[in-house]
């Protein structure tokens, strides 16, 4: 087909992206106005995107097919789309997509790879190791950056992290991966660092982690929309500290 896995694609860049009927942005209480990265440094390609979102926005667009896409905080997208084909690139953080059927496939890029479908509502979270897909309904197929394997098949109620070489293992579905559209983080048994990432897409600057606590688990149900607050209670549960370096800055340390 005209419509290829990643290395056959033509740029993004070199497409108008017109997909867009219309949004609705809802913004959270810790929002502010300007892009802060959601992990590691500045990236110039999320300020260029299509479409981003601020830490602590969450936002709604009805794509021109019909299909509908959730915007994390603190992410970004690129969005083409042709007669041939639907194209999405997650430049940045998280979103929920909802794809309609239709004879185009829909092609989904992250840094580590590729996801193809037609029909499915899945989420899609890139973070520094790898991609994390959880396919809520449908089918899709996952193919990482650097592979040479025939794609991995994907259906609901499973989920996987991919890099740019390998893909797997398969699992079920364990927790609401979408349960951040309502403002809300299920966490079991996840690492400190992981729940670090996720909270700075909902407060403006960075949260750090101390590599000695970085390992450290922890289960719960947290509200998004009170990142900060959630980030100060953390030394109740865990032997950590959090230390306010300055509004934008704060770091979980050793105890």
């Given amino acids: 087909t005209t419509c290829k896995f990643l290395k056959q694609e033509p740029s993004l860049s070199s497409m108008k992206p017109n997909a867009l009927l219309s949004r609705t942005v809802r913004t959270q209480p810790d929002t502010v106005h300007s892009l802060m990265p959601a992990s590691g440094g500045a990236s110039a390609q999320g300020w260029l995107a299509d479409y981003r979102t601020a830490a602590g926005e969450r936002r709604e ?18 969005l083409a789309y042709d007669a041939d084909c639907r194209r999405l690139q997650l430049v940045r953080g998280q979103a929920l997509l909802q794809m309609v059927d239709e004879t185009r496939p829909f092609v989904v890029r992250t840094e580590h790879g590729c996801v193809r479908g037609q029909a499915a509502r899945f989420n899609l979270r890139e973070d520094a190791d790898g991609t994390r897909l959880a396919v809520l ?62 909270l700075q897409r909902y407060r403006p600057g960075f949260v750090t982690c101390a590599a000695e606590v970085a390992g450290l688990r922890l289960s719960g149900t947290f509200q998004l929309d009170n990142a900060t607050p ?20 704060a770091a979980i340390l050793p105890a």
Avoid: C, K, M, N
Avoid at 64 to 71: E, N, T, V
Avoid at 230 to 238: G, K, Q, T, Y
């Fill in 61 to 78: 667009l009805a794509l021109a097919d019909g299909s509908r896409l959730q915007l994390d905080g603190a992410s970004a997208i690129d």
């Fill in 230 to 249: 959630v980030l100060d209670s953390l030394p109740r549960i865990l032997p950590v500290r959090v230390v306010h370096r300055t509004r934008y800055w």
């Fill in 137 to 198: 309904e449908g089918r899709l197929e996952v193919r990482p950056r650097d592979s040479t394997q025939p794609p991995l098949q994907l259906q609901a109620g499973q989920q996987v992290r991919f890099d740019a070489r390998l893909a797997g293992p398969v699992q079920a579905l364990q927790e609401s991966p979408d349960a951040w559209t309502r403002g809300v983080l299920h966490l079991r048994d996840g690492r400190l660092d992981e729940f670090a990432a996720a």
